[in-house]
């Protein structure tokens, strides 16, 4: 899963989650939340359906998945009005309305410090890709709420239900997070005549677990993926009006 590049962008990446998540149960409530959620995802996520049934099938839907984070590029330029390269917390809540998502102004709050890793009053590219996220779970993902079918781009739906799909198969026991047992599991599931190298198995897992707790939280694997990806934060694209 990775480059000499990505290891490169983890150090200097990880640095800053671990600085951010060493705040003693900062965001506990919110990891709490997004844990909460996740397993009644998972709940209704049946195994059958899906597409991934192994870590090489979520290799291979990387390019899928980098497109469609790309394209939220063109997103955070068009909501970035002062060109500035970051995204304010003012700018966040005008994205958030156009895209349909019905947040309370406290859950923008809790979001959107939670991801600006480096304290810079604003968040940068790879941040607003996982608050859209986080945000779309907690608010979208209810089999009962009309965000599910009326979010403002189908495109970044279903990116970011290929996201949750990679997670929630790499959840084994379904709690809404990851340990090592589940990281052993799913290797193995790929090779099952001969099982991983523990070593390999170990490294993703410590690409992943930046506070060196033993477990990854949706917010620490996504971040992780969204380097794996190879998104870069300097790209040329269009930009996507919504």
Known sequence: ???????????????????????????????????????EVKQRYKPGNSNIRSINSIILRFPQIRFGLEEIRGVFRQFDTDSNGNINRAELTKCLQKLQFNCTEHEIDDIYESCDLGGSKGMRFNEFIVVLCLIYILVGTSSSSPTATTMGS?????????????????????????????MIQAMNDDFRKEKSPTHITMNRFKEMDWNKDGKVG?????????????????????????
């Open 154 to 182: 189908l495109e970044l739906k279903a990116t970011f239900d290929s996201i949750i799909e990679a997670f929630l198969y790499l959840d084994k026991n379904g709690d809404g997070k990851l340990d090592k047992k589940d």
């Open 218 to 242: 949706f917010r620490e694997f996504l971040f992780s993926l969204i380097n794996w990806v190879g998104i870069e934060s300097n790209n040329e694209v269009h930009i996507t009006h919504i």
């Open 1 to 39: 899963m990775s480059t000499s590049r990505a290891c490169s962008s983890f150090k200097s990446l990880s640095n800053r989650m671990l600085h951010c998540c060493n705040s003693k149960n900062r965001y506990e409530k919110l990891d709490n939340e997004l844990e909460r959620k996740l397993m």
